[in-house]
């Protein structure tokens, strides 16, 4: 058995990359994998030179989901004789709903990139992230119905909030698989790159996101996130009240006297 970690961690350009490093498993999940997650996530939280998260992997498989092998997974599955239990279950282990509702909380940007296969846990992780981003290789599915159980890790919820009932109940009712361009007609990636330009294009959208005001990203995932739970007019009342505090901010004092100037002189010749 391999001592190498499950997950590599390292720093790029105030990005840090994240690597899941278990090919020869297809990049199953395990308790390891996810306590490394976990601290790359608070490193990003607390750490200010770090500005967005990338989350990948190499091999056949992005993620082929929660290895069934793992120590955890099977005393989970010894002990969940309650539907108490199970549900329980479903919320503690390998502290993965922690480290999801961590990467959905905190205020800067994480971007998966899927160039292959990513199934179960792996595609209930990426949910969590806040941009999926694919090669034309990447394709995705839940098999927990051949199990005859559901993807209970945001599996339901947040791919029914992203694609919309109509494509849950394809690919959870259904439980058939989709591929990168039927994945980005639906929502549930942003944008999909040929194979040959894929890690390239990546970490250029992931310096792009860097280059970005943090103050008003971490404002607009806060926004965003409660625009879409509650009504219009409590929507717009949401707007208020994060520009109120953006408007304060000493970059968009000065990044508005300069926009302002620009326009004073008139259009580029």
């Known amino acids: 058995m391999s001592d190498e970690p499950h997950l590599l961690v390292r720093e790029e350009d105030g990005i840090i990359i994240c690597t899941m490093n278990r090919p020869a498993k297809l990049n199953a999940l395990t308790t390891d994998l996810f306590e ?8 990003l939280r607390d750490e200010p030179q770090l500005k967005v998260m990338l989350i990948n992997s190499t091999g056949r498989y992005f993620s082929s989901g929660i290895d069934q092998f793992d120590k955890v ?28 509702d961590e990467m959905e ?20 992780l990426s949910l969590s992230c806040d941009f999926r981003l694919a090669s034309e290789n990447a394709a995705y599915a839940f098999p927990e119905g051949k199990f005859g159980s559901l993807p209970a890790s945001n599996g339901v919820s947040r791919l029914t909030r992203y694609c919309g009932a109509h494509w849950a109940r394809w690919m959870i009712m259904a439980n058939k698989p989709i591929d990168a361009a039927r994945a980005l007609q639906i929502g549930l990636v942003h944008e999909v790159w040929p194979e040959d330009v894929f890690e390239a294009e990546v970490m250029d959208f992931c310096r792009h996101l860097t280059q ?3 103050e008003q990203m971490g404002a607009a995932k806060i926004a965003i ?6 009504g219009r007019d409590s929507a717009r009342h949401v707007e208020r009240m994060a520009n109120s505090a953006l408007f304060l901010n000493p970059d968009y004092v000065a990044g508005r006297v300069e926009y302002l100037k620009g326009i004073g002189s008139g259009p580029p010749k």
Do not use: F, S, W
Request: negative net charge; proline residues 3%; charged residues 20%.
């Open 105 to 124: 909380h905190i205020e800067k940007p994480i971007v998966v990139a899927h160039h292959a296969m990513c199934m179960g846990g792996g595609l209930e």
């Open 36 to 43: 490394r997650l976990g601290a790359a996530v608070l490193r």
């Open 73 to 100: 997974t099977q005393q989970n599955d010894a002990g969940g004789d309650t539907a108490t239990a199970i549900r329980e279950m479903h919320r503690l282990q390998r502290n993965m709903q922690y480290i999801l």
């Open 212 to 214: 970005q005001n943090p």
């Open 225 to 230: 996130e409660l625009c879409e739970e509650v």
